[in-house]
């Protein structure tokens, strides 16, 4: 089986099961107890902040554990919207994960914001005067994501968040797929807050930060015992702690020294376009994550494609995980200005650092079969 959906989930990787493993048994102390077991715990903690800090280059109090990229999302929209009353406006991007958008209506819905939504081109790319149009004297707080999960367009961040800046809105921005395949790292994006999650890079599922730069106020959306700097209470998980910050060092390694990814993402989709007569590439042709390939095949489904794939060993998807299971077409491809039957034909192939470019050449000559064997059935 070959395994082309990464950026649903990726396995956990044998080092940060080995990390973890001692949190979990020997060293399974509550990081908020007095005595010794507790303190150990609260030791491994703050160790894993500091880690994730350090290769971020954030302070330790900035990185806040979550339980995943959705309620880093929720935290940032709600948290820094409700703390920081600028004024009751806020800017997201039309292809923004669930997770900000539906935060983004909470905040309509419940709170008297208002939200304004910048569309992106073809390629699925915010233009940043489209956000300096949108901004206002009362905007506090503008959303857009580093690199997009379906159709991997990566986002002129930094200029966006120059713009937000001038007139003093904060900036967020999601790295969910970006973290461990680009630089994330705050000052070099100009962002005040980041949202990981742990599933994408071989940390497991539920494990995630929202790591925020310089002292910023954050209503918390979970309250209790006060953890986390009262930002985000219940027990925190250690061992989950401590795999998110071995993954992001393994994967931060694994950037520094790679370089090969561009090549094989490049090569696959020449290959695949030159065998499949109809098939278009989505999103940005270069300005796109280094492991994501998704396509369009006009006229087909793009759920047929996928199980003539799966018969054939290759793992894929047809859009973002979340969004599987329903029939809606991808609200990110419909933003790029797809059809709604063009959006449905819709395949990801997404890939974590073990898979190499003669796998993708193997999997291209199974696309052109799969898409081959769908347009035979329907002719
Ligand atoms: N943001 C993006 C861009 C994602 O791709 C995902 C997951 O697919 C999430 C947020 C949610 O992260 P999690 O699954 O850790 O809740």
Redesign the pocket.
């Known amino acids: 089986m070959t395994y082309l959906d990464a950026?649903?989930?990726t396995p956990v990787r044998r080092e940060v099961i080995e990390a973890m493993w001692p949190y979990l048994t020997t060293e399974f102390g509550n990081p908020s107890s007095v005595h010794a077991v507790g303190e150990s715990a609260a030791v491994a903690l703050e160790d894993a902040r500091r880690r994730i800090a350090r290769s971020l280059e954030v302070r330790a109090t900035g990185v806040v554990f979550t339980?995943?990229?959705?309620?880093?999302?929720n935290l940032a929209l709600k948290g820094l919207a409700l703390a920081n009353p600028r004024g009751r406006h806020i800017i997201v991007s039309a292809i923004?994960?669930e997770?900000?958008l539906q935060s983004a209506a909470y905040l309509v819905r419940f709170h008297g914001f208002q939200v304004s939504v910048a569309p992106v081109d073809a390629s699925g790319r915010v233009d940043p005067e489209e956000i300096s149009a949108l901004l206002r004297p009362d905007s506090t707080l503008v959303s857009v994501?580093h690199?997009?999960?379906e159709v991997g367009t990566v986002q002129p961040v930094r200029e966006i968040a120059e713009r937000a800046h001038a007139v003093g809105a904060l900036v967020h921005s999601?790295a969910?797929?970006t973290t461990g395949q680009l630089d994330v790292r705050l000052g070099e994006l100009g962002v005040d807050a980041l949202?990981l999650?742990?599933?994408?890079l071989g940390a497991p599922?539920?494990?995630?930060a929202l790591v925020l730069r310089g002292r910023l106020d954050l209503e918390p959306l979970v309250h209790g015992g006060g953890q986390e700097r009262g930002r985000r209470s219940g027990t925190e998980s250690v061992a989950g702690a401590v795999a998110l910050a071995t993954a992001l060092e393994l994967a931060e390694d694994e950037r520094a020294s790679g370089g090969s990814d561009v090549v094989s993402r490049d090569g696959f989709v020449a290959a695949v376009l030159a065998t499949t007569p109809d098939g278009r590439l989505t999103g940005h042709s270069s300005l796109r994550l280094p492991r994501n390939a998704s396509f369009v095949f006009p006229g087909l489904s793009g759920e047929a494609i996928l199980l003539e794939l799966e018969r054939r060993g290759v793992v894929s998807s047809s859009g973002?995980?979340?969004a599987a299971g329903r029939t809606e077409a991808s609200h990110v491809l419909l933003a790029m200005g797809f059809a709604e039957d063009i959006a449905r034909s819709a395949v990801r192939f997404t890939w974590g650092h073990g898979t190499t470019t003669s796998d993708l050449a193997a999997v291209a000559d199974d696309v052109s079969r799969s898409v081959e064997a769908v347009r035979s059935i329907r002719s």
């Open positions: 950026a649903a989930t339980a995943g990229g959705t309620e880093a999302d923004e994960h997770a900000v994501m690199a997009n999960n999601d969910v797929q949202t999650s742990g599933h994408k599922k539920g494990t995630g973002s995980a979340c």
